[in-house]
């Protein structure tokens, strides 16, 4: 999606703009109109090129917090879960790793679900086994742009859940 996003949005740029055209046909419009109205966590740069453009066509209205948001609701208004153990993440964004600090104690059989928020899919499970520190690193180089929502399981039980936003 990504990249045919950018392809309809440069190929309008190059038969408007390019040309000295600063009128854009239905089909342009309604092309622009799509993309800009998804979230720039997903479509990224296009979003905004399409943003730009369409702004020959007509005024936009658009709501990035609510286009953003996660279709997981359940998860994240949960508030029951997420009182269970206070941990504190940071950074958030998050580029190449993520912090978790835990109260001090022993948490057994520890594991942490990234699960992205647009399509309700686990992307990434760590099984970090038992901790006893006040503190762990995860390593999420790996993972690609986007807003997530974390799950945190102690023996199997969820104790903490948040949204986490990793950028590059």
Known sequence: MLYSNLIAVNRIFLQTI???IDTLTEGQGDTLFYISNQCPLDGRKSVYMARSLY???GPLDINDDSICQPVLPIIITNTQIQS??????FPVPSKEALKFQFP?????EVEISLIDASSGKTIKVYSLGDI???EINLRIQDISTGMYIFTLKTKGETVSTGKIVITK
């Open 104 to 108: 001090e104690g022993r948490y057994p």
């Open 132 to 134: 006893t520190g006040p």
């Open 84 to 89: 269970k153990l206070e941990v504190s993440y």
């Open 18 to 20: 390019a040309k000295g």
């Open 55 to 57: 702004n020959l066509y």
